[in-house]
């Protein structure tokens, strides 16, 4: 009897554990939402679930992205904006300073308002986005530019990937001898191609645009969007794409020109040639040289081109907000996506939650039954405790 009693209560509880296992299995169906809990139950469905599972995770480190890479090109386009009122103001003060009627009081108004407006550039040049300097390219814990107060001395400050001290580059505007009136930038402290190298940094990014894959003759993934603006780059319109290209450097520049002659039509060169031209003219009438021809003649050209560089700045301007409204749309389809997949996922490998519920109380209603059943069969006797 007692063999028997210990046979049937060990098939019993084995019985029981395979219901109460089948119950918690219709339990977790209920709160994962998972028809299926490993491969061996449907191989086909549960790793062409993976599959999705995989796509899914990665739109959505995409559209993690998305709005801090928005957010930063959005302040670029502000920073530019606001660099193009400058010159344009700086423009119409200029047009007053070449006036005849505008006396040297006025002049000397005039330039210590182009000095400002200096100053205000390399202010947006070393914008802030959540403590990255926005248009400091690879480096971004350090402040790109400095002014020396007469605005004729611009320092671009770079951290190159590897170094632990940030290099600085020097340039002063000075009176071009070979030609008087006239002011041009001269690289007095670091090296060209170094410069020309922090300029051609770039951050490219995958967010679901162009691919990761494709790489053009220089090597660069031109497909992915460049979220990079360095303020090098700003100032004297030479994209990251046109410096790896060898525009700046004399000997590969399709026009033969450094990058210093690009820095001379930057709008700090363009003011900062203002500031100088009537500074000297002012230090001149007091001295009592009153021709204004030499002052006409500087003045004029700078005005010229000023409107070429405010045209060049709108392009500038443009390109961002195209990648600003590029980001946009991509956003859009990374939700759609999103979508997508989630229906994918349920479709392959989601539990219905009525099925799942009505099997989970049937599956309940089982154990119940078996503990029941359990209650009255395992009853001791006298002969289960003797030996």
Same mark, same amino acid.
């Given at each position: 009897?007692?063999?028997?009693?210990?046979?049937?209560?060990?098939?019993?509880?084995?019985?029981?554990?395979?219901?109460?296992?089948?119950?918690?299995?219709?339990?977790?169906?209920?709160?994962?939402?998972?028809?299926?809990?490993?491969?061996?139950?449907?191989?086909?469905?549960?790793?062409?679930?993976?599959?999705?599972?995989?796509?899914?995770?990665?739109?959505?480190?995409?559209?993690?992205?998305?709005?801090?890479?928005?957010?930063?090109?959005?302040?670029?386009?502000?920073?530019?904006?606001?660099?193009?009122?400058?010159?344009?103001?700086?423009?119409?003060?200029?047009?007053?300073?070449?006036?005849?009627?505008?006396?040297?009081?006025?002049?000397?108004?005039?330039?210590?308002?182009?000095?400002?407006?200096?100053?205000? +550039?390399?202010?947006?040049?070393?914008?802030?986005?959540?403590?990255?300097?926005?248009?400091?390219?690879?480096? +971004?814990?350090?402040?790109?530019?400095?002014?020396?107060?007469?605005?004729?001395?611009?320092?671009?400050?770079?951290?190159?990937?590897?170094?632990?001290?940030?290099?600085?580059?020097?340039?002063?505007?000075?009176?071009?001898?070979?030609?008087?009136?006239?002011?041009?930038?001269?690289?007095?402290?670091?090296?060209?191609?170094?410069?020309?190298?922090?300029?051609?940094?770039?951050?490219?990014?995958?967010?679901?645009?162009?691919?990761?894959?494709?790489?053009?003759?220089?090597?660069?993934?031109?497909?992915?969007?460049?979220?990079?603006?360095?303020?090098?780059?700003?100032?004297?319109?030479?994209?990251?794409?046109?410096?790896?290209?060898?525009?700046?450097?004399?000997?590969?520049?399709?026009?033969?020109?450094?990058?210093?002659?690009?820095?001379?039509?930057?709008?700090?060169?363009?003011?900062?040639?203002?500031?100088?031209?009537?500074?000297?003219?002012?230090?001149?009438?007091?001295?009592?040289?009153?021709?204004?021809?030499?002052?006409?003649?500087?003045?004029?050209?700078?005005?010229?081109?000023?409107?070429?560089?405010?045209?060049?700045?709108?392009?500038?301007?443009?390109?961002?907000?195209?990648?600003?409204?590029?980001?946009?749309?991509?956003?859009?389809?990374?939700?759609?996506?999103?979508?997508?997949?989630?229906?994918?996922?349920?479709?392959?490998?989601?539990?219905?939650?009525?099925?799942?519920?009505?099997?989970?109380?049937?599956?309940?209603?089982?154990?119940?039954?078996?503990?029941?059943?359990?209650?009255?069969?395992?009853?001791?006797?006298?002969?289960?405790?003797?030996?």
């Amino acid at each position: 009897m007692r063999v028997t009693n210990a046979s049937t209560y060990r098939n019993f509880t084995t019985s029981v554990n395979n219901v109460h296992l089948t119950l918690n299995r219709s339990m977790n169906k209920i709160s994962s939402g998972e028809r299926y809990e490993s491969a061996a139950e449907a191989p086909l469905a549960y790793y062409e679930g993976k599959r999705i599972d995989t796509q899914y995770q990665d739109v959505l480190s995409k559209k993690s992205l998305l709005k801090d890479v928005q957010n930063r090109i959005y302040q670029q386009e502000v920073g530019v904006e606001a660099i193009q009122k400058s010159l344009s103001l700086g423009k119409d003060q200029v047009l007053r300073a070449n006036s005849d009627t505008t006396s040297l009081t006025a002049l000397d108004t005039l330039k210590s308002d182009l000095l400002q407006k200096q100053h205000e +550039i390399v202010d947006s040049l070393n914008a802030q986005y959540e403590n990255f300097y926005i248009y400091g390219g690879n480096d +971004i814990s350090n402040p790109p530019f400095s002014l020396s107060a007469d605005g004729t001395v611009l320092t671009f400050s770079h951290t190159f990937p590897g170094d632990s001290d940030p290099t600085e580059f020097e340039m002063t505007l000075q009176e071009d001898t070979a030609n008087p009136g006239t002011y041009k930038y001269t690289l007095t402290s670091g090296d060209q191609d170094k410069l020309l190298k922090a300029m051609g940094e770039q951050g490219r990014i995958d967010i679901g645009y162009g691919s990761i894959h494709n790489k053009n003759s220089l090597g660069v993934r031109d497909t992915l969007l460049d979220t990079y603006t360095g303020g090098m780059n700003v100032l004297t319109g030479l994209t990251s794409d046109a410096v790896l290209a060898g525009a700046g450097d004399p000997g590969k520049d399709p026009n033969g020109k450094d990058v210093m002659a690009y820095l001379n039509d930057s709008p700090l060169g363009l003011l900062g040639s203002a500031v100088q031209s009537i500074g000297k003219y002012i230090e001149k009438a007091n001295g009592g040289d009153v021709d204004r021809s030499e002052l006409h003649d500087s003045l004029e050209g700078l005005i010229t081109r000023m409107g070429t560089t405010e045209h060049r700045l709108s392009s500038i301007y443009a390109d961002l907000g195209n990648k600003y409204n590029l980001i946009d749309t991509m956003e859009e389809r990374l939700t759609i996506r999103e979508d997508s997949m989630k229906k994918q996922y349920k479709d392959k490998l989601g539990a219905d939650p009525y099925e799942s519920i009505m099997e989970m109380y049937s599956n309940n209603y089982a154990y119940n039954a078996a503990l029941q059943v359990g209650s009255k069969l395992m009853s001791s006797s006298l002969f289960d405790f003797m030996g």
